[in-house]
């Protein structure tokens, strides 16, 4: 069996049914592959070595399943690493497969074609895991280490196939897939002792961020026996419905900041609370992250527990119980201060908030929206109703303007049969609007709003208001979005107001093709002093 023989199968054993890639000169050998097994594992191309990290970005962040792409080195994998910058940021279990030249060539500088200096080592530092197979019989226990990472939690992974590797045969027995690592035990007296405080706490509140995006259950659990609101944003967006009288976003949550007393972050960064809204006196923290590291970033915390969440707050929701104790209901403080903030959002970003209402009105509830960076994106990733994990994409801290195109089609590759609807802006939109190609010539049936301005918007306002008038470089020429969507073979029309929207996107859910909706609209109001409010 080949090196790259070998890749296919240890790539089937462990569940995966598509790869998104661009063959060339160092992948010939896993291609050719990968065309002796077309019938069971897809392969979808594109027209950039973005669009297919994009697209299993997208695929990772819909399903929580491992999105794998294969690229060449050098140039080839230079043109991946937003993406997988992005899956850094999000914790997306996506597999990078990098070729990589000769063995006996890497390091040495001889200028190989698409030789990439330290190319390891860009790689190391994208991911949370890498490795370079050295051999053929090297590449099933390569590829079983990073999918058994990748369940741990260790997401993105990488690893570099030489090309001598891939062409080279050895006796590979038989390849077996690698069984989920256990989860390590967790600290019961740690749990405890944080039980103990938040029983006792006054106005518990809690965050909750993408690590907790499998814990949804147990934290509504715990969240409804303190009666404490969960402060969700991002990635944490869904594991509370946000239609829950307990959930609230963060400008409800900077209101209560100052009143709470114990404050539970669950598997997120917490960035927010440590940079700007900053810790009263006798408040107290406890983390809950299976990775240590966020522990000691920001401020040390009261207490800090290490592991999965969905396993600690089972643990802890036990503890909970065993007290007996019955809190005061705030469902009453929390839907007047929900009504509140709604009505400041619906009076002071009014023309993004009728967008939002559009897309309430139009999409079934099991839509996945992928929102890019712009105005109506920036309002609907925080406003828009989302019931469950997985169905409201961004590009987490890493704000990588673009990703949403791209990634929206490898969501609905892994989804075919919900909606998926991607926010873009004019400007974000041409990052990967090539990809209209991928879409239509794999039946990829997305539906993608442009929002068209003229401008980088956000770059455009920050010029004239808080940079004197000093306009440059952030207006735009455009295509006509409809023709140029046509041109591709997808179909478009145009929507001028939000009810037309609505009716756009009854028509484009129904189109048997992809489909794109040009939304001409004026300049929008500032949204972040709602979006990332101060505390009070």
């Given at each position: 069996?080949?090196?790259?023989?070998?890749?296919?199968?240890?790539l089937?054993?462990?569940?995966?049914?598509?790869?998104?890639?661009?063959?060339?000169?160092?992948?010939?050998?896993?291609?050719?592959?990968?065309?002796?097994?077309?019938?069971?594992?897809?392969?979808?191309?594109?027209?950039?070595?973005?669009?297919?990290?994009?697209?299993?970005?997208?695929?990772?962040?819909a399903t929580?399943?491992?999105g794998?792409?294969?690229?060449?080195?050098?140039?080839?994998?230079?043109n991946?690493?937003?993406?997988?910058?992005?899956?850094?940021?999000?914790?997306?279990?996506?597999?990078?497969?990098?070729?990589?030249?000769?063995?006996?060539?890497?390091?040495?500088?001889?200028?190989?074609?698409?030789?990439?200096?330290?190319?390891?080592?860009?790689?190391?530092?994208?991911?949370?895991?890498?490795?370079?197979?050295?051999?053929?019989?090297d590449?099933?226990?390569?590829?079983?280490e990073?999918?058994?990472?990748?369940?741990?939690?260790?997401?993105?992974?990488?690893?570099?196939?030489?090309?001598?590797?891939?062409?080279?045969?050895?006796a590979?027995?038989?390849i077996?897939p690698?069984?989920?690592?256990?989860?390590?035990?967790i600290?019961?007296?740690?749990?405890?002792a944080?039980?103990?405080?938040l029983?006792?706490?006054?106005?518990?509140?809690?965050?909750?961020?993408?690590?907790a995006?499998?814990?949804?259950?147990?934290?509504?659990?715990?969240?409804?026996?303190?009666?404490?609101?969960?402060?969700?944003?991002?990635?944490?967006?869904?594991?509370?419905?946000?239609r829950?009288?307990?959930?609230i976003?963060?400008y409800?949550?900077?209101?209560?900041w100052?009143?709470?007393d114990?404050?539970l972050?669950?598997?997120?960064?917490?960035?927010?609370?440590?940079?700007?809204?900053?810790?009263?006196?006798?408040?107290k923290?406890?983390?809950?992250?299976?990775?240590?590291?966020?522990?000691s970033?920001?401020?040390?915390?009261?207490?800090?527990?290490?592991?999965d969440?969905?396993?600690?707050?089972?643990?802890?929701?036990?503890?909970?119980e065993?007290?007996?104790?019955?809190?005061?209901?705030?469902?009453?403080?929390?839907?007047?201060?929900?009504?509140?903030?709604?009505?400041?959002?619906?009076?002071?970003l009014?023309?993004?908030?009728?967008?939002?209402?559009?897309?309430?009105?139009?999409?079934?509830?099991?839509?996945?929206?992928?929102?890019?960076?712009?105005?109506?994106?920036?309002?609907?990733a925080?406003?828009?109703?989302?019931?469950?994990?997985?169905?409201?994409?961004?590009?987490?801290?890493?704000?990588?303007?673009?990703?949403?195109?791209?990634?929206?089609?490898?969501?609905?590759?892994?989804?075919?049969?919900?909606?998926?609807?991607?926010?873009?802006?004019?400007?974000?939109?041409?990052f990967?609007?090539?990809?209209?190609?991928?879409?239509?010539?794999?039946?990829?049936?997305?539906?993608?709003?442009?929002?068209?301005?003229?401008?980088?918007?956000?770059?455009?306002?920050?010029?004239?208001?808080?940079?004197?008038?000093?306009?440059?470089?952030?207006?735009?020429?455009?295509?006509?979005?409809?023709?140029?969507?046509?041109?591709?073979?997808?179909?478009?029309?145009?929507?001028?107001?939000?009810?037309?929207?609505?009716?756009?996107?009854?028509?484009?859910?129904?189109?048997?093709?992809?489909?794109?909706?040009?939304?001409?609209?004026?300049?929008?109001?500032?949204p972040?002093?709602?979006?990332?409010?101060?505390?009070?």
């Amino acid at each position: 069996m080949s090196g790259a023989e070998a890749a296919v199968a240890a790539l089937q054993v462990h569940g995966i049914d598509t790869v998104f890639g661009l063959p060339g000169f160092q992948l010939d050998q896993l291609f050719c592959a990968l065309h002796d097994r077309k019938d069971r594992l897809r392969v979808i191309n594109a027209r950039h070595e973005q669009g297919v990290a994009y697209m299993a970005l997208g695929y990772a962040q819909a399903t929580g399943r491992a999105g794998v792409y294969a690229v060449v080195p050098g140039p080839g994998f230079l043109n991946t690493t937003a993406a997988l910058s992005t899956a850094y940021a999000c914790g997306a279990p996506v597999l990078a497969l990098v070729g990589q030249i000769e063995t006996a060539a890497i390091g040495r500088g001889s200028g190989e074609f698409h030789e990439l200096p330290d190319q390891s080592g860009v790689l190391e530092r994208l991911t949370r895991w890498c490795g370079l197979a050295s051999r053929a019989h090297d590449v099933p226990a390569l590829l079983a280490e990073a999918f058994g990472r990748l369940a741990a939690g260790q997401a993105p992974v990488g690893v570099e196939l030489p090309m001598d590797v891939l062409a080279q045969s050895d006796a590979i027995g038989t390849i077996k897939p690698q069984p989920r690592p256990a989860e390590p035990a967790i600290d019961r007296e740690a749990v405890r002792a944080a039980a103990k405080v938040l029983d006792g706490a006054r106005a518990p509140l809690i965050f909750v961020g993408g690590g907790a995006i499998d814990a949804a259950g147990d934290l509504k659990h715990v969240a409804e026996f303190l009666q404490s609101p969960v402060v969700s944003h991002r990635q944490g967006r869904g594991i509370l419905d946000s239609r829950d009288p307990l959930s609230i976003g963060p400008y409800e949550g900077s209101k209560l900041w100052a009143g709470s007393d114990v404050v539970l972050a669950v598997g997120t960064r917490f960035h927010s609370a440590w940079k700007g809204w900053h810790l009263r006196p006798g408040q107290k923290v406890i983390r809950i992250d299976r990775d240590t590291a966020q522990f000691s970033r920001g401020g040390a915390p009261d207490l800090a527990i290490t592991g999965d969440a969905k396993v600690v707050l089972s643990s802890l929701a036990e503890e909970l119980e065993w007290s007996g104790r019955r809190h005061t209901s705030r469902k009453d403080e929390l839907a007047r201060l929900k009504l509140w903030a709604a009505s400041q959002f619906e009076r002071r970003l009014a023309p993004q908030m009728a967008f939002v209402g559009s897309l309430r009105s139009a999409l079934p509830d099991d839509a996945i929206l992928v929102a890019d960076y712009t105005q109506v994106g920036y309002v609907a990733a925080a406003t828009f109703p989302v019931d469950r994990p997985r169905r409201m994409i961004t590009p987490g801290y890493q704000g990588t303007l673009g990703f949403a195109f791209a990634t929206a089609l490898g969501a609905k590759v892994a989804c075919p049969d919900r909606a998926v609807v991607a926010l873009v802006g004019d400007g974000g939109f041409l990052f990967t609007a090539n990809e209209l190609a991928t879409a239509v010539m794999h039946g990829i049936r997305t539906v993608t709003i442009v929002f068209v301005d003229g401008a980088y918007g956000n770059v455009r306002r920050a010029q004239e208001i808080d940079y004197g008038g000093k306009v440059i470089a952030s207006d735009l020429h455009n295509p006509d979005f409809v023709r140029f969507a046509e041109s591709f073979g997808a179909a478009a029309r145009c929507a001028r107001t939000p009810d037309e929207l609505v009716d756009c996107l009854a028509w484009a859910m129904a189109q048997d093709v992809p489909a794109v909706i040009e939304v001409p609209v004026a300049n929008m109001p500032d949204p972040w002093a709602l979006l990332e409010p101060v505390a009070a």
